[in-house]
């Protein structure tokens, strides 16, 4: 079923939302102080690209990670996280687009805080 779900991800957006992602790590990487946040879009955009199956463990950051998660937040992670929660509740409202508005939670999850998250 996860095979199945991410095939139709994929068909219906998952690309462009993970290429959007990508592209935003690498205009990110362009500083060296943007390195830290583009790598965290690379891990977006990876989880983005075949999210079906998979969970994420928020936490599991030291100081720097704290400090950087605040940045990130300020930065980049509320408004990325509201877009995710709003897109998520829209296709919640359709049975069929519920499997998906689940993935935009986790998006949201991940948008807000990166900075430590693993994906599993």
Request: with cysteine; aromatic share 16%; charged share 5%.
């Amino acid at each position: 079923m996860n095979l199945l779900g991410n095939i139709v991800w994929l068909v219906f957006g998952g690309i462009l939302a993970a290429i959007a992602w990508f592209l935003a790590g690498l205009i990110l990487c362009i500083t060296i102080i943007g390195i830290p946040f583009g790598l965290q879009c690379f891990k977006i955009a990876q989880f983005v690209l075949w999210p079906f199956g998979k969970e994420i463990e928020l936490g599991n950051f030291g100081v720097g990670g704290l400090l950087l998660n605040i940045l990130w937040i300020l930065f980049f992670g509320w408004e990325l996280a509201v877009g995710h929660l709003v897109i998520g509740l829209l296709l919640c409202l359709t049975v069929l687009g519920i499997p998906f508005g689940i993935q935009h939670f986790k998006f949201a999850q991940l948008a807000f805080m990166p900075f430590g998250a693993k994906i599993r």
